[in-house]
């Protein structure tokens, strides 16, 4: 292995690891603001670690495969191409983590609307003191 792969795959790593890092965070805190309760945020953040674990994954496997390609000509220009098809495929693939993130996000609130809508409705003190059948006495 020569000394531009070695260097591809420590570029490689970190760059997905930055990446990967951003999604469980960012992730974590846009399905957080999509739900209210304590026991839903927690699967919310559940859900955002599992993305970004799929995400390291295949593209900790993508940077292994785009390592063992065999590009001609010089080093600096096959790490170049390297990097370059490497960043096309980590944006490729974080744009389907955030597909993934979207989908769980908008069922979450899909979720949390149907909750409050079959949810016994609360009146307000100026319903109850406005409502004209409230002092009517039964006969």
């Known amino acids: 292995m ?5 260097y591809f795959l ?3 790593v970190v ?10 965070y960012s ?7 999509s739900v209210e309760g304590g026991r839903e ?3 919310a953040g559940s859900a955002a670690v599992l993305v970004s674990v799929l995400f390291h994954l295949f593209t900790l496997g993508l940077t292994a495969l785009v390592a063992a390609l065999p590009f001609g000509g010089d080093e600096v220009t096959a790490f170049l191409i390297r990097i370059g098809l490497l960043l096309v495929l980590v944006a490729f693939t974080y744009w389907g983590a955030l597909t993934m993130l979207n ?9 949390d609307y149907e909750t409050h809508l079959h949810a016994p409705r ?6 109850i003191s406005n409502d004209p059948t409230a002092n009517e006495t039964t006969r």
């Open 27 to 33: 992730g974590r805190r846009y399905l957080a603001r």
């Open 10 to 12: 420590i570029a490689g």
């Open 122 to 127: 609360q009146r307000s003190e100026y319903e």
């Open 103 to 111: 989908r769980r996000r908008e069922a979450a609130v899909v979720s």
């Open 15 to 24: 760059v997905v690891a930055v990446v990967g890092r951003a999604l469980a």
């Open 2 to 6: 020569d000394a531009g792969t070695i």
């Open 41 to 43: 945020r927690q699967s």
